[in-house]
C-alpha cells in the first residue's frame, strides 16, 4: 500500500514562494507515475505537475509553467514542489500523488492513491 505525506503549505504574498515536500512510503515501481494535483475553492480539481518515477522529464499545467518545479529523490522516496512567482489563484489544498500506470502515458491528473495535502494560501 503506498502512502504519501505532505508537508510545507503555508500562507504567502502574492509573489512569494514555498516548497512542499512529500514522503513516500511502499513499493514504487518504475511504472509509477508521481505528481501533485490541487484543489482550489469551488475550482475543479487540476493536475500540477507528473512525472515517471525516478524520471527527470516532468509535464506541467500550462498554469503552472516556468513557475513550478517537481523533483524526485528516487533513493530518499521524497517528491518535492518547488512553487515561485505564486498568485492568488494558487491558493488550494496541493496533494501528492502516485499511480501505477504501466504501458501507459502518465496522465496529468493522477487517481490512484494520493496524501492528506496541504493548505498553500495566496494573499493579494
Known amino acids: 500500500q503506498v502512502q504519501l505525506v505532505e508537508s510545507g503549505g503555508g500562507s504567502v504574498q502574492t509573489g512569494g514562494s514555498l516548497t512542499l515536500s512529500c514522503v513516500v512510503s511502499g513499493y514504487i515501481s518504475s511504472w509509477h507515475c508521481m505528481g501533485w494535483f490541487r484543489e482550489g475553492p469551488g475550482k475543479e480539481r487540476e493536475g500540477v505537475a507528473v512525472a515517471r518515477a525516478g524520471e527527470r522529464t516532468t509535464y506541467y499545467a500550462d498554469s503552472v509553467k516556468g513557475r513550478f518545479t517537481m523533483s524526485q529523490d528516487k533513493a530518499k522516496k521524497t517528491l518535492s514542489l518547488q512553487m515561485n512567482s505564486l498568485k492568488p489563484e494558487d491558493t488550494g489544498v496541493y496533494y501528492c500523488?502516485?499511480?501505477?500506470?504501466?504501458?501507459?502515458?502518465?496522465?496529468?491528473?493522477?487517481?490512484?492513491?494520493w496524501g492528506q495535502g496541504t493548505q498553500v494560501t495566496v494573499s493579494s
Open positions: 500523488a502516485s499511480e501505477n500506470r504501466a504501458y501507459s502515458r502518465c496522465p496529468l491528473l493522477l487517481g490512484g492513491h
